[in-house]
Antibody, heavy 118, light 112 residues
Framework: QVQLVESGGGVVQPGRSLRLSCATS????????IHWVRQAPGKGLEWVAV????????YYADSVKGRLTISRDKSTSTVSLQMNSLRTEDTATYYC???????????WGQGTLVTVSS | QSVLTQPPSVSGAPGQRVTISCTGS?????????VHWYQHLPGTAPKLLIH???NRPSGVPDRFSGSKSGTSASLAITGLQAEDEADYYC????????????FGTGTKVTVL
């Protein structure tokens, strides 16, 4: 069955870095784009970043551009999110999600919590 | 601030019908981008409810339906049940945004 499992969350000080991982299984990894979506405490869902099915294209929300970098490794079927220069406003649960040809998210992970605090 | 606006909350008694609006503009819903809807319970993964404006994935009850017209879309829940109490989000794309993808502001559905 299709699975996406996030890991790497934790507590980090402002200005520091963190790397999130999204391990996938149950589908042909190289056929799907993968997105990161986050939800800050008490707030709604916010789209963060996407990497194309072949890794040739990446797009980012303006709020994270230049600080977060998405990448994928086809040998491990994993998508990563490198988070640098973290801010308190980056505190959120981060979800990875698979997108279909119809551009909707059909499978999501359970999320990993990132807390940026001094 | 999202470019897709939803009411913060709607409520209804069990068995009633509620609707959730998702208002956009000419650069997103009005540009013929499809609208999708998700149900989200705190601490869990969001669940796809409606895709491509009005299509239900297998396993989603037919109490849920979607529609789209002009620069807006709607999600209707008929025969409201206690288990429907959750947050609901619309999602689409916007040609004016660098990453294109956008979620609505979210609506909390309360079953009275």
């Amino acid at each position: 069955q299709v699975q996406l499992v996030e890991s790497g969350g934790g507590v980090v000080q402002p200005g520091r870095s963190l790397r999130l991982s999204c391990a996938t299984s149950g589908f042909t990894f190289s056929n799907y784009a993968i997105h990161w979506v986050r939800q800050a405490p008490g707030k709604g869902l916010e789209w963060v970043a996407v990497i194309s099915y072949d890794g040739s294209s990446e797009y980012y929300a303006d709020s994270v551009k230049g600080r977060l970098t998405i990448s994928r490794d086809k040998s491990t079927s994993t998508v990563s999110l490198q988070m640098n220069s973290l801010r308190t406003e980056d505190t959120a649960t981060y979800y990875c999600a698979r997108v279909t040809n119809g551009d909707f998210f059909d499978y999501w992970g359970q999320g990993t919590l990132v807390t940026v605090s001094s | 601030q999202s470019v897709l606006t939803q009411p913060p909350s709607v409520s209804g008694a069990p068995g009633q019908r509620v609707t959730i609006s998702c208002t956009g503009s000419s650069s997103n819903i009005g540009s013929a981008y499809d609208v999708h809807w998700y149900q989200h319970l705190p601490g869990t993964a969001p669940k796809l409810l409606i895709h491509s404006n009005n299509n239900r994935p297998s396993g989603v009850p037919d109490r849920f339906s979607g529609s789209k017209s002009g620069t807006s879309a709607s999600l209707a829940i008929t025969g409201l049940q206690a288990e429907d109490e959750a947050d609901y989000y619309c999602q689409s794309y916007d040609s004016s945004l660098s990453g294109f993808c956008v979620f609505g502001t979210g609506t909390k559905v309360t079953v009275l």
